[in-house]
């Protein structure tokens, strides 16, 4: 079995910071891509921030600037640094992970539970 976990989300006023964090746990042979998705009420999920295993990260357009995403694969753990957040942020944050198990040869994209972030204005 494969676990992620996150936590950090919360209630923060436009122009705050929060710091989202996910584990992943298990039978873990190997993690290739992490990333962090959202969903807004009524919206559909949409890819945030994501990082290879190469460490090199991408951005959605809106979040350019103010969002960090990071890693420690020492930890099996990807971060989201939010700052300067506005109502536009709100929503559910969901990590996602490319895992290979065990002595698999598959690599799988396993969720986490997600996490509430809402931006009061």
């Known amino acids: 079995q494969v676990q992620l976990v996150e936590s950090g989300g919360g209630l923060v006023q436009a122009g705050g910071s929060l710091r989202l964090s996910c584990a992943a746990s298990?039978?873990?042979?190997?993690?290739?891509?992490m990333g962090w998705y959202r969903q807004a009420p009524g919206k559909q999920r949409e890819l945030v921030a994501a990082i290879p295993s190469d460490g090199s990260t991408n951005y959605a357009d809106s979040v350019k600037g103010r969002f960090t995403i990071s890693r420690d694969n020492a930890k099996n753990t990807v971060y989201l640094q939010m700052n300067n957040l506005s109502p536009e942020d709100t929503g559910v944050y969901y990590c996602?992970?490319?895992?290979?198990?065990?002595?698999?040869?598959?690599?799988?994209?396993?969720w986490g539970q997600g996490t509430q972030v809402t931006v009061s204005s």
């Open positions: 996602d992970a490319l895992i290979r198990r065990g002595q698999s040869k598959i690599w799988s994209h396993y």
């Open positions: 298990g039978s873990i042979s190997s993690i290739n891509a």
